[in-house]
């Protein structure tokens, strides 16, 4: 007892927490699991036999595999990682120095006790594993392993719901296969919120014709695209997003890019790293906006964490832009049909001979030889439907991408993340919003070496002037709030949020 007392007195956060008068909800805490307790959950709950396939599905999360004989980036000389271009993944990535917190993130009953040293009243967990079953390839032996861990999590932190709530993990290979994952978690094991990968990986059908998976496996990851699920997909995601909102339960993810191209260097982790979670979100919350997805389900919220607040005002301006510029309307300006070719005519007659030299300027020559074959008469014209990159959105006018960009996302920010200065600047956000960014401290992780300093970072942002005191509040409580409580208004029913709303109103 002593010894809490001392690490609660001793804790930058608990000072911090001490001045405010609303809670603190963390959206992003990293747990580590127990791998023999794992394994025995799966064991009984999906079979022995598949103890083994997680095993191996972890070890190529880990980067063995594919096309480098089956070493990881550390086993292999530098040599063989120029031959098989085998892409630098981390190795110190989880906290060991600070002890106290490796047990931490390990145990449920210590990490609860430490909720107040931490100077957090609820935390959304997101346990390591929780979405390693993605890696095996068998839908059925997917499935059955995802339930299991999903069943793991929710019986080891069940007692401390309070304070603390483990994500499912869903697999979204087909809808079909999300929804059986997403009723199962909610309606069976109690679960409350999900943590889905930002696309499926799927195979190039033209190419896997010429070269067949099964002659080529180590060619899967070169012959395959990345599937949003929003735009552009195999499948209609549609029937997931509605069970989703049916269950009013919110979909996190934590979706990087490391990998894709320009962040696949062979020799530097941090070169793949910087920006990558930013840039695999963007690409999922733009799939889901473009596809309409945000449209029909104004209810749907999504929470994208680890990349930051900043990318989403980013795009939330540039979507504004663009559609004055790209609407139907806009594009009228880029008609082939309007440039008036005997004006075009005459002012190369007058002004371009020298240029010319001769050369033909009579009807459609001219266009061909200025704008392209493309903008002649006799060549094929997109339909409206081509062209309006915002038709599917339904997009009229910027409140229309307010209320499916904005309303729609919430952006996880790290406490030391000064960026997030731009999710509340609303002299250059149109319509004068703020985007909704929410606490995410990542506590657990390689960037977080110590669990009681990351809320008071967060204020420091405050006493640097980077942010407002109204800011603080939003991002620490009122959005992550809304995110939870406007997918499900009885997400917070009987925790430390609640109770400590209620005590704030008594005052």
Excluded at 210 to 216: I, Q
Aim: charged letters at 25%; proline letters at 4%.
């Amino acid at each position: 007892m002593n010894d809490r007392l001392s690490r609660i007195h001793a804790s930058p956060s608990v000072a911090v927490k001490e001045n405010l008068d609303y809670p603190v909800i963390d959206t992003d805490v990293h747990t580590n699991d127990y791998a023999p307790a794992v394994e025995d959950y799966v064991a009984t709950y999906a079979g022995v036999h598949l103890v083994d396939v997680l095993r191996k599905a972890g070890e190529e999360r880990a980067g063995r595999g594919g096309i480098g004989n089956g070493k990881s980036w550390y086993e292999q000389t530098p040599v063989e990682r120029q031959h098989f271009r085998t892409i630098r993944s981390p190795w110190w990535a989880r906290v060991t120095k600070n002890t106290l917190d490796v047990a931490t993130y390990h145990l449920p009953e210590l990490l609860y006790e430490r909720q107040e040293e931490q100077g957090s009243d609820y935390s959304v967990l997101f346990p390591n594993n929780v979405l390693a079953p993605l890696g095996v390839r068998d839908p059925e032996a997917r499935g059955a392993l995802q339930k299991a861990l999903n069943h793991y999590h929710a019986d080891l932190y069940r007692k401390y719901s309070d304070r603390l709530t483990p994500v499912a993990g869903i697999a979204l290979n087909t809808p079909q296969e999300g929804i059986e994952q997403l009723e199962y978690a909610v309606n069976v094991l109690g679960l409350k919120a999900i943590n889905i990968a930002g696309s499926v990986k799927r195979p190039i059908k033209a190419l896997a014709q010429r070269f067949p998976l099964a002659e080529y496996p180590e060619l899967r990851k070169y012959i395959s695209y990345e599937d949003f699920y929003g735009i552009d997909s195999e499948h209609d995601y549609d029937p997931f997003w509605a069970k989703v909102v049916e269950l009013g339960v919110p979909v996190l993810t934590h979706y990087g890019s490391q990998g894709w191209t320009g962040r696949s260097s062979i020799s530097n982790y941090m070169f793949n790293h910087i920006g990558h979670f930013a840039d695999g979100s963007e690409a999922f919350a733009k799939a889901l906006f473009f596809g309409g997805v945000t449209k029909r389900f104004p209810q749907l919220r999504v929470g994208l964490l680890e990349g930051g607040a900043d990318w989403g005002a980013r795009v939330y301006i540039h979507l504004v832009d663009r559609f004055e510029k790209r609407s139907l309307e806009g594009l009228a300006h880029y008609d082939p049909a309007a440039t008036d070719r005997a004006l075009l005519t005459s002012l190369f007659e007058r002004y371009g001979s020298e240029l010319t030299q001769g050369r033909s300027i009579e009807g459609e020559d001219l266009i061909r030889d200025t704008l392209g074959r493309r903008y002649t008469r006799d060549a094929r014209q997109p339909s409206a439907d081509e062209l309006e990159d915002f038709g599917k959105a339904g997009i009229c006018s910027a409140e229309d991408i307010k209320r499916q960009w904005v309303d729609s996302f919430f952006f996880g920010s790290e406490s030391d993340d000064r960026t997030v200065a731009h999710a509340f600047n609303d002299k250059a956000n149109p319509l004068g919003v703020k985007v909704n960014a929410i606490y995410s401290s990542d506590v657990g992780h390689w960037d977080v070496p110590d669990l009681t300093d990351a809320l008071a970072q967060a204020h420091g942002l405050v006493d640097e002037g980077v942010i407002s005191e109204a800011d603080f509040k939003a991002y620490v409580f009122e959005n992550p709030y809304r995110l939870y409580t406007e997918a499900n208004a009885d997400f917070f029913k009987g925790t430390a949020v609640e109770a400590r709303l209620k005590t704030a109103a008594l005052r």
